[in-house]
Each structure stands twice: as C-alpha cells, then as structure tokens.
C-alpha cells in the first residue's frame, strides 16, 4: 500500500498561538484515519491545511501527490471536504445543494444531476425530498454534506467531527457508510471527540495541544499506554489519593461515575479490599478492558505533566 | 483555463444566487418596493417649484389703485393671502412666528403718487429660507416690469416703444422642477439599491460559513464574482425599469431619446455600482459592516456629487475633477441626455468609457481582494 497524505513537521501559527506542532504521520489508500484530541488541539486546522484551505507555517503535507501549499487547486480536485460547521446552503433543498456543488467541480449540469441522485441514495436521501437542508434534522443534514463532499469521487474525503451533536442512532448510520466508503478505496480521514467512533478506525492518531502524541492502531495504542490490567471500581467515597498510593497500582483516573484503577500484579479482590479499607461503601471491582477513553486519559495526562 | 468549463461553474453560481433569491421574498420584496417608495417619496418632497407662499398685506392706502395692485399680486398661484395687517412692524412679528414668509406694503399715498407716475410699494421677505427670497425677488421683479408694460400701454396706447424679452422653456416647457430632478433621483436610488443588493452577497457566505465549503471546491474567485453579479443584474434591471416606468406615468417625465441607448447606459451603470457592491462585499466579511460601508459609498456620492442637486460645474475643482469616479454622476447627465433632450448619442461616450472603467477596475479589485485560502 502507498501513503495518499504524507505530512512531514507540520505547523500552523495563528499570531504567537501555535495550532499544530511539528506533526508528522502518513495515511494509506483506503484507510480509515481518526485524529483524536479535545477541542482546540489542532484537530480542524490541520485538516484546513490538508485540504489546501489554509497555508501551512512551517514543513510539508502533500495529498494524493498535490503538495498543499504549491498545489492547492490540484488538492482541491482529489480530496472532498466536510467541515465541523453545516456548510451548505439551508434555504436550498438537498438535490439543489448537490446541483450547485456539482457544478462549483466543473461537472457538466446532466451529469452532476445524475450523480447527486445516485449519492443521494447511496447516503440514504432522496432526490424528490421537499425539504431545504435548514429544516432537516442534523443528521440527516450531515448525510447531505457527506454526499456533497463525495460529489466528484474524490480520492481522499476529510470529514471534521461528522457526528457532533448527532443522536446515537444517526452517528451508526454515518459510520455505516464510512465504512463502505473505506471498502470501495476512498481513504476517510475523520476527526470526533467520541472515543467508541474512534474504535472503528484502522489507525487513530491522538493529538495534544497541536502536537500528534501517539499513533498507532486501536489495539496498538491500548497496548502501549495502558499496560497491566484494569480494573473499574464503583461506589461512594472513593479515596483516590490514597488508592494511588497503594501496591501495585500504576494510574487512577475517573472514569463515567467511578474509577479506573492500573496496575500490573492487582485483583479485583486485593484492589476491592483495599478500596474499602480506605472508606469506600457500596464498592464494586470489575476487571474490564481499556478503551481508547483510558488511552487518552493515560497520554493526555503524560503530556502535560511533561 | 477551459472556457466551457468556466461558464459551467460561472452558471452553477448564478443558478445558486437565483434560487437564493426566490426563497428569500423578504428580500424581493424590498429589492422592487424601496426603489418604489424612494421615488415616489422624493419625487414629491424634493421640489423646488416655489408657490403657495404665504403672504401678507399691509394695505395703508386703501384706494381703488392698491386694493387692485394687491389682488394682481395674490392672483397667481405663487403668492397666498394669509393675513391683513395694519402694519409692517406686524408683518415681522408674523415671519418670526413662522405664519408668513412675504409681507406686502402698500403706503399711504400710493394712489396718489401713482397718478403722479412714482408708485412706490414695498415687498418684505424672510429671507432665512434664501429659496423662497430669491425666488419671491425675481417674482417681484417680473412683477414689476410686466405691471409697468401694461401701464405704459394705458397712457401711450401702441406708440410706445417698448422692449420685451419673451423667454421660451425647452424641453421643460412648464419650468418643472420635477422633470429635471428624477433622472437624478433614478441614479441615486438605483446606485443605492445595487451597491446594497451585492454588498450582502459575499458576506453572507461568510457568516454562513459556507465560504468555507466554497473554498474546499476547485471554484476560481472570478467565477464566483461573476456567478454573484449575473443574477443581480437581473434584479437591478427590474428594479430600473419599475423605477423608469413610474417617473414616466407618475411624474410625467418624458423619454424622448432611444430607448437602446437607455438601456445601453443603464447595462453599464448597473454593473458599475454592481461591482462596487461586490467589492464591498469581499472586504467587509460580515453583513452589518457591508450594509453600512454600502450606503456611506453609494449615496453620499449619488447624492452630493453626481449633479443631481449641485451643479457640478460650480463645485472647486478638485471636487469636479472628483465627481468623475461616481458612476451616479454619469448615469445622471446621460439620463437628462437621453430622456429629455434626446441629444445626439455621441455626447454619452464619455459617461460611458467612464461607467466601464469603473466597473472594471471594481471586478478586478473584487476578485483580486478575495482570498482564496481561509488563513
């Protein structure tokens, strides 16, 4: 397989504030690529870069063989762009939408109208649909900016937080076709906050104040910063100072409304007794496995202790 | 650059413009109603036809000879009786309380100097408002010779040798102040309307955010400039032809010139101030910042410095020099060209050559301002 993006120290300056630091990483033909990280660590700005929307500051980035600061308008041919806020017109219906954004990629009108009825479809909408984009519901709405994203066949598409606020049902569906975007050979390239979306891609890279800290495959990440085994403690009067203090246990994080408690020789039976030993009622020790959430945890906390 | 393909996307964005338009009636309605409004109210408030004054007369002769001086003097419609008064100490207490703006005094012994061939009356004006004075004075003036005239006749029959300078109007036959005003009030108000009509455009793809998604398309900044200016020149054409309809049947101003050189002139004026707009648009980046920049630019110079008020010819000269890069004040001396005195269209080249430099040198400051990248 051959990298379709490769960035090579990657850097973004807004003033004196630094979006993106240094980053280097590349992205196989086909792959679906999640970028991890909190809001404002640089998530958006470098896929606004990758997609020749903004100039870099510093180092390289090419896409499908277009370098993006020389190139852009090359770029602009091979990749499809969905941003984080709803981009299309909301007075226009879906096919209207399309139509227009066919022809803004120099599809001629037949043509474009026939493709935007088989994306339509593809995503779940149809072409009759009466509705403007502005009364549809959000994800149905972001379905559309998919479809109008792909409009040209691009090789690579940048989806920036493509499920935000979209109810769980909805963020399936678009994942669902994600994934038959990714078998047919487009490579995805996905931003989300949400750490179980970040476990249907192949590869996720994290990134931390405009710097990537890890990256490496779901199973690969948990691997290398969650090691030993874990252990998701409930109850009330949790004591974490003193937990972290005991034998054998390597991290204490909060996790939903308990605790996840590391360490490489524990119990669930050693760590429940001492739990309540330190004033913990109503305990509960379960051994459970780490999810991308304690992989970010683990990193964010290193980063900026470091 | 394939030109097939550049007028596919210049088309695309028109078509998109155009559907903006038709769900938008709020905007319709106020692209077709306030050139309607703005004519109509200007047309009537704007006039500089003076008559109707209010007048008073201080009669302290009171003799056959001043009663009919005063009636000859009240009889037009420039002058109206308001009040009778015992003196003219009176008439000033009225033009400070604002009931008068013209005091007539006729002395005692005025018909009797008459008869001696020295009748003397006095005219008081208020002359804070100097349109009314200046127009009262020339009046008065008038008055006067043509009242001597018929005097003359009245002692020395036909035998007097008299000069009379007959003065004859044309192409305003009845001195109509309105004729002359609303080919200036259409270019003030068309330049209003398509500077704000565009100014808006860019803008809004701006707040929307879908410049952002515009940008992630291969669509040149020249495209999108022309994609934006095609069907708003749709609109300001409708907008122009409502406008000219209605001075014609409302205000009676005639169209005595081509109709293809009306509309020549106005295709250039319009994509002038069409592309003065879309400028605006480009720099501004939010709706409020461009509807204020576009009123500021379009009508301060629409109205002060295009004719249609001042005369040009009597502004310092840097200001004259000026006036050449309004595209009102073009509009403005090609209209009373063409509608009212049907003047030979070589007269209108300059106005022209000016109109398309203008938008010209707008287009390419659009499209060259407009980024291409968001940072």
């Known amino acids: ?306 | 650059m394939n030109p097939r393909r550049f007028v596919v996307r210049v088309f695309a964005m028109a078509r998109k413009e155009w559907m903006h338009l038709g769900r938008d009636r709020a905007t319709v309605l106020f692209a077709l109603g306030m050139p309607v409004i703005l004519l109509v109210l200007f047309g009537y408030a704007v006039s500089f036809d003076i008559d109707h004054i209010p007048t008073v007369l201080v009669d302290e002769d009171w003799t056959p000879e001043s009663r009919s001086l005063a009636s000859h003097f009240s009889s037009g419609a420039t002058f109206e009786l308001v009040a009778t008064v015992g003196s003219a100490r009176e008439v000033e207490r009225l033009f400070r309380e604002g009931h008068a703006k013209v005091g007539l005094v006729i002395p005692k012994g005025y018909g009797r100097e008459l008869a001696r061939g020295n009748g003397r009356v006095q005219l008081l004006v208020d002359a804070s408002d100097n349109m009314t004075a200046s127009s009262v004075l020339s009046y008065a003036s008038r008055f006067n010779v043509w009242k001597n005239h018929e005097l003359l006749r009245v002692h020395f029959g036909n035998r007097a040798d008299l000069i009379e300078v007959r003065g004859r109007a044309l192409y305003n036959p009845a001195i109509r102040s309105v004729v002359f005003l609303v080919p200036g009030l259409i270019a003030m108000i068309q330049s209003m309307m398509a500077v704000i009509l565009t100014a808006l455009t860019v803008a809004r793809e701006w707040e929307r955010g879908s410049m952002e998604q515009l940008f992630a398309t291969p669509v040149g900044r020249l495209e999108i400039v022309l994609g934006k200016l095609l069907p708003y020149f749709g609109v300001a054409m409708a907008q122009l032809l409502l406008v000219l309809a209605l001075a014609t049947w409302v205000f009676g101003v005639p169209i005595r010139g081509s109709m293809v050189a009306l509309l020549g002139i106005s295709t250039l004026f319009l994509l002038a101030t069409l592309s003065q707009g879309l400028f605006i648009s480009v720099m501004a980046r939010n709706q409020m910042v461009a509807t204020q920049a576009a009123a500021v630019s379009s009508m301060l110079p629409s109205m002060l410095l295009s004719g249609f008020v001042l005369p040009i010819e009597n502004m310092p000269r840097p200001l004259q020099i000026m006036t050449n890069i309004v595209p009102a004040r073009h509009f403005v001396h090609a209209l009373r060209a063409i509608m009212l005195r049907d003047a030979d269209l070589s007269v209108l080249g300059r106005d022209a050559f000016a109109l398309v430099v203008f938008a010209l040198v707008m287009l390419v400051l659009a499209t060259r301002r407009f980024p291409r990248r968001l940072a």
Request: charged share 20%; glycine share 12%.
């Open chain 1, 1 to 306: 397989m051959s990298a379709i993006i490769e960035v090579v120290g990657l850097e973004k300056r807004f003033g004196t504030f630094q979006a993106v630091r240094g980053v280097s990483f590349q992205v196989d033909r086909g792959e679906i690529f999640g970028y991890l990280g909190a809001n404002g660590a640089g998530k958006s700005t470098t896929i606004r870069i990758l997609c020749g929307l903004m100039t870099p500051s510093g180092g390289t980035a090419s896409v499908a063989g277009h370098d993006v600061a020389s190139d852009p308008e090359g770029v602009r041919f091979s990749v499809g762009y969905m941003s984080q806020r709803f981009s299309l017109y909301p007075d226009l219906t879906a096919m209207e939408n399309l139509d227009f954004f066919g022809g803004a990629y120099r599809l001629a009108r037949r043509a474009r109208l026939r493709r935007a009825e088989a994306l339509l479809g593809d995503v779940g909408l149809s072409a009759d649909d009466p509705r403007t984009a502005g009364a549809m519901p959000g994800g149905v709405r972001q379905r559309l900016a998919l479809a109008a994203a792909l409009l040209h066949g691009p090789q690579v598409v940048f989806l920036d937080e493509p499920t935000a606020g979209v109810d769980p049902e909805a963020r399936r569906t678009f994942w669902r076709i994600i994934r038959k975007l990714s078998d047919s050979g487009t490579t995805v390239f996905v931003t989300t906050h949400y750490m179980d979306e970040a476990e249907y891609c192949h590869r996720v890279g994290l990134m931390v104040d405009g710097a990537l800290v890890a990256l490496d495959t779901p199973s690969g990440l948990k691997r290398a910063h969650v090691p030993g085994r874990l252990f998701a403690v409930r109850g009330t009067g949790l004591d974490v100072a003193r937990l972290r203090e005991l034998a054998g246990v390597t991290h204490v994080e909060p996790f939903g409304a308990g605790l996840h408690v590391r360490g490489d020789l524990l119990t669930a039976e050693v760590l429940s007794e001492a739990v309540r030993a330190h004033g913990g009622q109503g305990v509960l020790v379960e051994e459970s496995a780490p999810t991308l959430e304690d992989v970010f945890l683990a990193v964010a906390a290193r980063s900026s202790a470091g």
